[in-house]
């Protein structure tokens, strides 16, 4: 059974900076396209930023664009989130999402995606 493992969410200020990893925990899994997802409180989960196995095709939210960077390591099975400049906005539980097939494309989409992380919280204060 495959799982994403997220880490790294926690309280900061505004205009503070965080990372987010998310590890897959089968050796033998090499997922596909993977995404950051978030969901604030009372809101739908929304889409932060996607990035194909290669690393060559990035897509982000309009919302984080220029201050959000997606990266992966495809040998350690990790996915990354740099955040910074960070806004109360952006608070919310960040869910880590991957595809299933190393071939599959980047999407926007939560339902495109095959397995997801528990999540982890990232506060940003006033």
């Known amino acids: 059974q495959v799982q994403l493992v997220e880490s790294g969410g926690e309280l900061v200020q505004a205009g503070g900076s965080l990372r987010l990893s998310c590890a897959a925990s089968v050796r033998t899994f090499s997922p596909g396209a993977m995404a950051w997802f978030r969901q604030a409180p009372g809101k739908e989960r929304e889409f932060v930023a996607t990035?194909?196995?290669?690393?060559?095709?990035?897509d982000y939210a309009d919302s984080v664009k220029e201050r959000f960077a997606i990266s992966r390591d495809n040998a350690k099975k990790m996915l990354y989130l740099q955040m910074s400049n960070l806004k109360p906005e952006d608070t919310a539980v960040y869910y880590c999402?991957?595809?299933?097939?190393?071939?599959?494309?980047?999407?926007?989409?939560?339902?495109?995606?095959?397995?997801w992380g528990q999540g982890t919280q990232v506060t940003v204060s006033s």
């Open positions: 999402a991957a595809r299933r097939f190393a071939a599959s494309s980047t999407s926007t989409s939560a339902i495109a995606y095959d397995y």
């Open positions: 990035i194909n196995w290669s690393g060559g095709n990035i």
